[in-house]
């Protein structure tokens, strides 16, 4: 069993930045983000695999940042230059099982959701 409890997110003016916060009981093979904006599916932002290789959607390469600090047992999502499209709801999750990538078939253990609202 893995736990994901989040914190962070809130309201920003669009350029702003935000970081969500992940707090792991331990952390797996594979770490990511995902978001669910309103009435769209939801989607993959970030991935940072056990050996910290990261990977991003194209819609936030170069304004997000994923990374994890081991001493801490937490993951991040450092969100800069946001825009009113990143509003979302902000899943941290974590699987097991081979691979590191933005599907979210494999992720079985997710974090509670945080609001990102970017107003322009």
């Known amino acids: 069993q893995v736990q994901l409890v989040q914190s962070g997110g809130g309201s920003v003016q669009a350029g702003g930045s935000l970081r969500l916060s992940c707090e792991v009981s331990r952390f797996t093979i594979c770490m990511a983000w995902f978001r669910q904006p309103p009435g769209k599916e939801r989607e993959g932002v970030a991935t940072?695999?056990?050996?910290?290789?990261?990977s991003y959607a194209d819609s936030v390469k170069d304004r997000f940042t994923i990374s994890k600090n081991s001493a801490k047992d937490t993951l991040y999502l450092q969100m800069n230059a946001l825009k009113p499209e990143d509003t979302a709801m902000y899943y941290c999750?974590?699987?097991?099982?081979?691979?590191?990538?933005?599907?979210?078939?494999?992720?079985?253990?997710w974090g509670q959701g945080t609001h990102v609202t970017v107003s322009s």
């Open positions: 940072v695999n056990y050996f910290g290789r990261t």
């Open positions: 999750a974590a699987h097991t099982s081979t691979g590191c990538y933005l599907d979210s078939t494999p992720y079985i253990y």
